[in-house]
């Protein structure tokens, strides 16, 4: 993507900081025991190539020539003090932010060639819409050869409000004055965008709209933009690539569709969108396409997940029928099967869930008694009456979309949402949420594939 307008724009950060005295406001916190705890990760094979790395690094980002870049996060996460940094109003405590090669160190806010929109707007009530919309033209000069006029107005047509220029911003409503401090920010045609929770003050149907028309305008200029929102949905919709923040740290950085569907962290897969959370251990590991040997007899007659309750019986039967049975012969065969799946397959992983065996799919390298954590997005689950199949009956096992797992639930509360219900849940004492046409009540069986699950975070 290139700015049409103005000069290329590429935006780095590069291991930055902000503290406070005593108090990290970005990055990770720099101490003896950080740096020598090197065994408590439980995430390290998962999480490469997403931002800070280490508890050291400090927070580290590219924003590409053009590119729509989202900071999401909680309140107090450090996606504003970045968004400051980058603009000049704040200095890092240590490490670099770069526009293009240049390091922005000493250079201050109004020789950054940035437009900054407000979390509140900022407009000035005694001077009109078109008067505050060329105060954006005091430190530079129009484009292009143009006049402040004809800035002006040009812009103020870009963000559809071309009859607005002689009203005060008083009369205009709130998302009328937040397109005014956008062409405000855009006025002097900066190479760099930054927008701090612009939408925030908003309702949710005006939000929808403003949101697509700052994403339409983005993608006329082709400007490089950073947006800084703690609205999952609103960061899911307009962005090129989106950064989850955390406690001064880059949890994951992706395109929308990565994040949402391949959380590579616990705080990820919960902060981001509705989902079903899941930890235990691991205990089988297979090839995806071997055949797994049951544990017992008992076992060999019915699906893991219609043994609920029963596991302790069959589990003690499996361990001896291993250990003095064929273990020579199995452990031979397992080897193989996790070896030919390292070359890239999927490996098909039994976990244990509060003494409930549910089947996943995973390319990660596990192994059985590792902990892990996966996720399973509401969408993905299929919901049908306790009684619509016989709880002894085993779930398929061949077909295109084989059910692999089948929870017994018991519906709570269910929220009508229009286009959808969302359900939640009681199962073994805790939540789950699904979605339905309707609301739904009483016992459930709630269905998924192995596929349908996404491995998060191992721990040997």
Not at 151 to 168: F, I
Not at 204 to 222: C, H, V, W, Y
Not at 279 to 289: F, L
Request: aromatic share 4%.
């Amino acid at each position: 993507m290139a700015n049409e307008e103005g000069s290329e724009m590429r935006l780095t950060l590069e291991g930055v900081r902000k503290e406070y005295g005593d108090t990290v406001a970005l990055g990770g916190r720099e101490n003896a025991e950080s740096r020598l705890d090197t065994g408590t990760g439980t995430d390290s094979d998962l999480r490469t190539g997403t931002g800070t790395d280490s508890v050291t690094d400090g927070v580290s980002f590219e924003v590409d020539d053009g590119e729509f870049f989202t900071l999401v996060g909680p309140s107090g996460c450090g996606k504003t003090t970045t968004l400051r940094l980058v603009a000049g109003f704040d200095s890092p405590t240590s490490g670099t932010v770069r526009f293009d090669d240049r390091a922005m160190r000493g250079v201050p806010p109004e020789d950054r060639d940035v437009g900054v929109v407000f979390q509140n707007y900022a407009l000035f009530p005694h001077l009109s819409v078109a008067e505050n919309v060329a105060y954006g033209l005091k430190f530079a000069d129009p484009p292009d050869g143009e006049t402040r006029e004809e800035r002006v107005t040009s812009l103020l047509e870009l963000v559809d409000l071309p009859d607005a220029g002689d009203r005060d911003p008083d009369e205009l409503s709130g998302g009328q004055q937040q397109r005014v401090a956008l062409a405000r920010a855009l006025a002097p045609d900066p190479d760099l965008l930054l927008l701090d929770e612009p939408m925030s003050a908003l309702d949710a149907r005006l939000r929808e709209r403003l949101r697509m028309q700052i994403k339409e305008i983005q993608s006329t200029l082709g400007i490089t933009t950073l947006y800084v929102t703690h609205d999952q949905e609103e960061a899911l919709a307009i962005s090129d690539r989106v950064a989850v923040m955390n406690d001064g740290r880059i949890e994951q950085i992706g395109t929308p569709q990565a994040v949402y569907r391949r959380p590579e962290s616990r705080f990820v897969a919960e902060f981001v969108g509705d989902n079903n959370v899941f930890g235990g251990t691991v205990v089988d590991v297979r090839a995806s396409n071997a055949q797994s040997r049951p544990r017992s007899a008992s076992e060999a007659a019915e699906s893991p997940l219609e043994m609920e309750g029963l596991r302790g019986e069959s589990d003690d039967a499996g361990v001896e029928e291993r250990e003095t049975g064929d273990a020579g012969t199995q452990d031979l065969e397992a080897e193989a099967s996790v070896r030919e799946s390292e070359s890239g397959r999927s490996r098909a992983v039994t976990v244990d869930v509060e003494a409930v065996d549910i089947r996943i799919e995973t390319p990660v390298p596990v192994s059985a008694g590792d902990h892990v954590v996966f996720c399973v997005r509401p969408e993905k689950m299929r919901v049908r009456d306790a009684g619509d199949r016989p709880t002894g009956e085993r779930a398929p096992a061949e077909g295109p979309d084989p059910v692999s797992n089948a929870l017994e639930a018991t519906v709570s509360e269910s929220e009508f949402l229009g286009d959808s219900t969302r359900t939640h849940l009681r199962w073994k004492g805790r939540e789950l949420t699904v979605r339905t046409d309707d609301p739904i009540s009483g016992a459930v069986r709630v269905e998924f594939t192995a596929a349908d699950a996404h491995l998060v975070e191992r721990s040997e």
